[in-house]
């Protein structure tokens, strides 16, 4: 199952040509090492489902992502608003994925800043004589890919043409990459972080056959984080279509009454038109075990005497990646669980103070918000939702009547 998928990703570095001309280490000022890492990508309660996954990068020879988790996590505001907008506009949410996303872009800055260099490392797949892809390379093409994997040897310092992962900006480029072909396909417009809309008659500016107009409400709207997209309206199909022809996409999948999908660790299932978003299956699949090992100590209680300050000989340096891996995924894993999130803000003030006893807390809590099985229900507004007002409170008493109210008009 790895052995596959690996030869599948190295495949995907050959036929993306991320690799460039090969060069001496005389005639460049450094060079970085290239890593990859091999897994089993699991399917909670589903083990007949799990698929082997690889991922080569650039991090300097070892990968320092400690779970497997989201690289950053979107705006959750802009997401649940663009949501509600999709539910109003459309009965159906349209989602697909850019397939090997950084490896299709141009690091552009390679001109004026210089390219990255890298170390080929030993041990990369062996390219077999018959095609074990034909669904996706011609034997024309696989010829092409032997001839081109023969010419890569280990040890050697070659340049990276394209943007790769863990190398410089490559999430940025990706994204401005994005954002600029979704504005060429049929003149979206970005409103918010991650948020691009498309309104009929006006353009970008404001103008209609040269005159101002006034702006319409928008018709179809796109929100993405990174390379995963959402999307609903008229066009919005037949736009990623066209998105297809500038790069290449996963297939487009149809979100519709009584289906399901899921969107960066969120679970969405759309019920009596209505959307509920959970993060349980995410929450399940955190290695729990493996945060409170590392933490040490029996199980107990989060209470005051458990978080009491941090005293200089608690403190360890050693456990500095698993404290910010923990808490991040904290963070990420109560976003939809507004009652627990006040945890994750308090053991966050610890989190420059490297202590197994926080490190411990955050085990507990992960446990505890595992057993939740709170849905977030979004519903469509009336005629006038295509203002959207959103409320947003995170307090921890019930009678608490302060709220902090924000209006997004698409």
């Known amino acids: 199952m790895v052995d596959k998928v690996r030869l599948e990703e190295y495949i995907g570095l050959l036929n993306n040509e991320i690799l460039g001309e090969q060069v001496t280490r005389a005639e460049v000022a450094s060079v970085v090492n290239m890593g990859e890492r091999t897994g089993i990508k699991q399917t909670s309660g589903e083990p007949e489902k799990n698929k082997g996954k690889a991922r080569f990068f650039i991090k300097g020879g070892g990968d320092k992502c400690r779970y497997n988790t989201y690289a950053g996590v979107p705006s959750l505001y802009a997401m649940l608003t663009a949501f509600i907008y999709m539910l109003i506009i459309g009965a159906v949410i349209f989602s697909t994925d850019v397939e090997k996303a950084f490896q299709q872009i141009d690091d552009i800055y390679r001109y004026n800043k210089g390219a990255l260099r890298v170390r080929i490392p030993a041990g990369l797949p062996k390219l077999p004589a018959t095609n074990p892809f034909p669904e996706k390379y011609t034997d024309e093409r696989w010829l092409w890919l032997r001839k081109r994997a023969a010419e890569v040897r280990p040890g050697s310092i070659q340049v990276l043409n394209k943007a790769h992962y863990g190398g410089k900006n490559a999430s940025n480029l990706f994204v401005n990459r994005l954002q600029t072909d979704f504005q060429q396909v049929n003149d979206y417009t970005l409103v918010e972080e991650a948020v691009l809309v498309r309104r009929e008659g006006t353009r970008r500016d404001g103008m209609k056959e040269g005159v101002p107009c006034e702006r319409s409400p928008a018709t179809d709207v796109i929100f993405h984080h990174v390379d995963d997209i959402q999307g609903a309206g008229e066009h919005v199909e037949s736009d990623l279509e066209e998105l297809g022809k500038k790069m290449k996409i996963g297939k487009v999948g149809v979100l519709r009454e009584g289906g399901s999908d899921r969107f960066t660790g969120i ?114 507004l009336g005629e006038k939702g295509r203002k959207v007002h959103m409320y947003t409170d995170c307090r921890r008493k019930n009678q608490t009547t302060m709220v902090r109210k924000g209006v997004v008009a698409f």
């Not at 090992?293 to 300050?309: I, K, L, N, Q, T």
């Open 267 to 380: 679970d969405i299932q759309m019920e009596r038109g209505r959307l509920y978003l959970s993060q349980m299956k995410y929450l399940q699949e955190v290695d729990t075990d493996h945060i409170l090992e590392m933490a040490g100590g029996s199980r107990g209680a989060v209470d005051e005497h458990a978080m009491r300050e941090v005293e200089t000989e608690e403190i360890d340096p050693s456990i500095q990646d698993e404290v910010g891996a923990a808490n991040g995924i904290l963070g990420w894993g109560t976003k939809l669980l507004w009652k627990n999130c006040v945890f994750y803000y308090k053991l966050q003030r610890h989190i420059r103070n490297l202590c197994r006893r926080m490190l411990h807390n955050v085990g507990l809590v992960h446990e505890k918000v595992k057993k939740e099985k709170q849905r977030i229900k979004l519903r469509p």
